[in-house]
Nanobody
């Protein structure tokens, strides 16, 4: 299981850093993706990183504002979110899996990920 932390309620323009780790399983060989789901909406891809950290992918709406990174020695993946907007309000989920093909379409697909966290709420007020 994956464990997310770092969510909260902030004002527009603020920053938050979400962290993802596991409860024992090492995911240094896995790709890790962050997805989000707003009330009444489909789950949406946000960002992903390959096992080494050498490749990252972002949905267009967060490019330039969000940064995904990992520390395999600490078994953590962070999502730093800057200049937050009200439309970023959602439950954010961390996921991991062995994504075989290094393409945006694969890294952004929930079906490529086998393990999921319970989610952490991010609320951005205007």
């Amino acid at each position: 299981q994956l464990i997310e932390s770092g969510g909260g309620s902030v004002q527009a323009g603020s920053s938050l850093t979400l962290s993802c780790t596991t409860n024992g399983r090492v995911f240094s060989n896995d790709a890790v993706g962050w997805f989000r789901q707003a009330p009444g909406e489909e789950r949406e891809f946000v960002a992903a990183i390959n096992w080494s950290g050498g490749m990252t992918y972002y949905v267009d709406s967060v490019k330039g504002r969000f940064t995904i990174s990992r520390d395999n020695a600490k078994n953590t993946v962070d999502l730093r979110m800057a200049n937050l907007k009200p439309e970023d309000t959602a439950v954010y989920y961390c996921s991991s899996g062995r994504v075989a093909v290094p393409t945006y379409s694969r890294y952004s697909s929930p079906s490529e990920y086998n393990f999921w966290g319970q989610g952490t709420q991010v609320t951005v007020s205007s």
